[in-house]
Nanobody
Framework: QVQLVESGGGLVQAGSPLRLSCAAS????????MGWFRQAPGKEREFVAA????????YYADSVKGRFAISRDNAKNTVSLQMNSLKAEDTAVYYC?????????????????WGQGTQVTVSS
């Protein structure tokens, strides 16, 4: 069984950077893409960023474009999210997810493996 484990969350001040990492462990699995989603209290889970595993194409939500960068390390089986210029509205639980089949990378319903989430809190 494949497991995704996020790390790197924490409490930071507005304007600070933070880097999240997601490590995949377990049996080898093929994946089309991996993504980051977030959920703030009282809100629905929303797409943040995604990267296709074979080509490295990246996708971002408009709210984070220019501030966040997603990357992958095929050899280490990890995906990272570099978050710069953090804002209070970025506060949320961030989830790493993987999907095996091609399709819209911004839609959470197509992802079949999820991590447990890591809390990011940005103080203003």
């Amino acid at each position: 069984q494949v497991q995704l484990v996020e790390s790197g969350g924490g409490l930071v001040q507005a304007g600070s950077p933070l880097r999240l990492s997601c490590a995949a462990s377990g049996r080898t699995f093929s994946r089309y893409a991996m993504g980051w989603f977030r959920q703030a209290p009282g809100k629905e889970r929303e797409f943040v960023a995604a990267i296709t595993w074979s080509t490295g194409s990246t996708y971002y939500a408009d709210s984070v474009k220019g501030r966040f960068a997603i990357s992958r390390d095929n050899a280490k089986n990890t995906v990272s999210l570099q978050m710069n210029s953090l804002k209070a509205e970025d506060t949320a639980v961030y989830y790493c997810a993987a999907r095996r089949v091609p399709g819209p990378v911004t839609e959470s319903r197509f992802y079949d493996t999820w991590g447990q989430g890591t809390q990011v809190t940005v103080s203003s």
